[in-house]
């Protein structure tokens, strides 16, 4: 009996032991991914300005996982501003990593007031970014993209009061880095484009509009209405005032 007993103890210690070491195992592999999964995709960023770099002074971090498989796949960087009782934080970049792949997908830089400035994002999880977005006062103003995935943009959007109201876009690829060169430009109303203008031959004019009729039609029945409307108030407050006139005599 004594025999059996110690080697029950033996046994049990073992598996406790590898137990443990299975645990450590997994929290340093877990250490390991969490590191690698914010930190090691920096090549990513191709207009970072060191707003993203939490090595330096002043700088602090936040990291937390939103698909629960307890890996970071947000990051956040502060900057100090103030000293003193006036010390404060102010976000200045945020790094985001959509697919758990490890690898950043969406980067968006702030100024120093937390407003965004512009974001970086690879739609397709490519690793390259296609699709930049700036912002103005905290506003979008102008998205551009590489729709096709050759690394030239060949799509701008221009956003008015949180709208898109005209896209862009190089259809014959003639655009280069420093001369952008359309030969395509739609234009939106209410979320719905109109009009559509089309440069066939590449001189930068536009040689064939298309348009969305049934809006337009709808456009105008909805003209011709108001005028009905405020012909009938017309007509009818003339009416009343006579009905008035002829009673008091």
Not at 27 to 32: G, I, K, L, M
Not at 39 to 63: L, W
Not at 75 to 98: M, N, P, S, Y
Request: charged share 35%; hydrophobic share 25%.
């Amino acid at each position: 009996m004594m025999r059996i007993w110690i080697l029950s103890v033996l046994v049990l210690g073992l598996l406790g032991c590898g137990s443990s070491h299975q645990e450590r195992t997994a929290r340093a592999q877990s250490e390991n991914r969490r590191s690698s999964s914010m930190s090691g995709s920096t090549n990513h960023a191709t207009n970072d300005q060191g707003r993203c770099d939490a090595s330096q002074p002043g700088r602090e971090t936040s990291e937390y996982d939103t698909s629960g498989d307890d890996i970071p796949d947000v990051r956040k960087v502060f900057i100090t501003l103030g000293e003193g009782r006036d010390a404060h934080l102010i976000l200045v970049c945020r790094e985001a990593d959509l697919n758990g792949d490890g690898t950043k997908d969406v980067v968006r830089y702030y100024n120093d007031e937390g407003r965004p400035l512009r974001e970086e994002s690879d739609r397709n999880f490519d690793g390259t970014m296609d699709e930049i977005t700036i912002f103005e006062n905290g506003r979008i103003v102008r998205q551009e993209m590489d729709t096709n995935g050759d690394g030239r943009v060949d799509m701008k959007v221009f956003w008015q009061d949180n709208h898109p109201e005209r896209t862009e876009r190089d259809m014959a690829g003639r655009s280069t880095a420093t001369n952008w060169q359309p030969d395509r430009w739609e234009y939106f109303e209410n979320g719905r484009m109109v009009r559509m203008g089309t440069d066939l031959d590449g001189d930068g004019n536009v040689d064939r509009w298309d348009r969305d009729q049934e809006y337009q039609d709808q456009l105008e029945a909805q003209r011709r209405r108001e005028e009905n409307q405020a012909a009938n108030a017309a007509d009818g407050g003339v009416g009343d005032g006579g009905a008035g006139e002829g009673a008091s005599g």
